[in-house]
């Protein structure tokens, strides 16, 4: 068994085996975090020298967005079952029950430390056929340029695979993250970064959907 590390998915080297690398149980903690533009203009309004320079690091702040990205995981079972776990809808699923993966919160504006995550059951990875990381922009930003959006997916015993959404195209609002599937019977996880923009169509869950063939039907929801 190898030992615990840290590996950066690219598109040079875009795959990794969680079977070789003895992750076959526990969990896999998934984060997601990025910078949000009011979040990083607050942190220039402390740091500002001077009362004037810090009366316009301010109201620069207040005019900044906030940003509210939404963390989801597609799951196909082998006995033919679907579902989705995100926020919208509260479909935030459970670790210890079906569909074995969860969300953990909703963080609405970027400026939570953590970020947002997920959880995925190894223990239950027999029933899983595949399972698609996804994020998209709930609201308050066109694309995800200058978001520095990196995810995370971190074993118990420590190894970290890391992903970062980089290249986006303009208007690029959702990205299918990275793709966790068996392989020549080998867990396998898969950088995508694969972007979506308007022009795919309406309802973004859909079209990922129909993009993985998980073959869900959508119905509209907010949160």
């Not at 690219?10 to 903690?29: D, E, F, Q």
């Not at 995981?73 to 995100?86: A, E, L, S």
């Not at 015993?157 to 986006?168: A, F, N, S, W």
Request: overall charge positive; glycine content about 10%.
């Amino acid at each position: 068994m190898s030992r615990p590390s840290h590996v950066v998915l690219t598109k040079t080297a875009p795959a990794v085996s969680l079977t070789k690398r003895g992750v076959t149980s526990g969990l896999i903690r998934v984060n997601l975090n990025w910078t949000s533009p009011r979040a990083a203009a607050l942190a220039t309004a402390k740091e500002a020298k001077g009362l004037l320079h810090r009366i316009r690091a301010g109201l620069r702040a207040g005019a900044a967005p906030d940003i509210d990205l939404d963390l989801g995981c597609m799951v196909k079972f082998t006995d033919g079952r679907r579902t989705v776990v995100q926020a919208l809808g509260d479909s935030f699923g459970a670790v210890d029950r079906f569909p074995y993966v969860a969300l953990d919160g909703d963080d609405r504006t970027g400026a939570v430390a953590t970020g947002e995550n997920l959880t995925i059951n190894l223990d239950h990875q027999g029933g899983f056929a595949k399972l698609l990381l996804f994020v998209y922009i709930y609201e308050g930003a066109g694309d995800f340029r200058g978001l520095d959006a990196v995810v995370t997916l971190a074993s118990d015993r420590g190894d970290h695979i890391e992903v970062r959404l980089d290249d986006c195209p303009p208007r690029a609002h959702a990205c299918a993250i990275a793709l966790l599937q068996r392989q020549k019977g080998e867990l396998v996880v898969s950088r995508e970064v694969r972007w979506f923009t308007p022009a795919d169509g309406p309802g973004i869950q859909d079209v990922i959907s129909r993009a993985y063939r998980f073959g869900m039907k959508w119905t509209p929801a907010r949160k």
